[in-house]
């Protein structure tokens, strides 16, 4: 188990700036999650893959947010003129679908970006 | 709207001492619930987790959670914490065959040796 890998560790950017992370799941699993995680909060759930097919979206995932899983394996998580509270810890999870209770999910190190 | 609430943010304890840290969700359907801990450094990790029989669930480390469906409450306890224990947890909820996560805003365990 190489465990959920996400990159990079830490971002940097000014304001108005686009960014994109990346999320590598363990490899067997074929659902993958998105999270944002504030100072003092618990991680926001943003969006939801299975395979490749996007199945949920949050309503805090506003149209400057897309995410994608092209080949149901790793994702990217792309923030378009980023703005100050963007700034987050951004998780990655994934886990491996079953029938009957959803099974718990593995999380990555996440990636924290900073705007300037 | 769905929400856990986690009533204890900053929990301070001596080695040896027991520990409860509550956890109660808003939701009437079924529920599977699970604690996540997050060591210093470290990514969250699943500590326990109820799906269904027996309301009393262990986990890994000592640690024990309980069901309590008329209370919608899943409380954490250890009857023994260790400084290692020093962490952050995270109730979290899934909706009964839906596929989100609701977690709670977390509580800081300090453990003082």
């Known amino acids: 188990d190489t465990g959920v890998s996400q990159d990079p560790r830490h971002k940097i950017t000014k304001r108005g700036q686009n960014v994109t992370f990346r999320c590598d799941p363990i490899?067997?699993?074929?659902?993958l999650y998105w999270y944002r995680q504030t100072l003092g909060q618990g991680p926001e759930f943003l969006t939801y893959f299975q395979n490749e097919a996007q199945l949920e979206k949050s309503r805090l995932l506003s149209d400057r947010f897309s995410a994608e899983r092209p080949k149901g394996s790793f994702s990217t998580l792309e923030i378009q003129r980023t703005e100050q509270g963007d700034s987050a810890m951004y998780l990655c999870?994934?886990?491996?679908?079953?029938?009957?209770?959803?099974?718990?999910?593995?999380f990555g190190d996440g990636t924290r970006l900073s705007i300037l | 709207a769905q929400s856990v609430s986690q009533h204890n943010h900053h929990v301070i304890l001596s080695e040896a001492a027991s520990l409860e840290l509550g956890c109660n969700y808003s939701?009437?359907?079924?529920?599977?619930l699970f604690w996540y801990v997050q060591y210093p450094g470290q990514h969250l990790q699943l500590l326990l987790k109820y799906f269904s029989g027996d309301p009393l669930v262990k986990g890994i480390k000592g640690f024990e959670a309980e069901f309590i469906k008329s209370k919608f409450s899943f409380n954490l306890r250890k009857p023994s914490v260790q400084w290692s224990d020093t962490a952050e947890y995270f109730c979290a909820v899934n909706l009964y065959n839906f596929n989100k996560f609701y977690f709670g805003s977390g509580t800081k365990l300090n453990v003082k040796p």
């Open positions: 939701y009437g359907g079924t529920v599977n």
């Open positions: 999870a994934s886990s491996l679908a079953a029938s009957g209770p959803d099974q718990p999910q593995h």
């Open positions: 490899s067997e699993h074929n659902r």
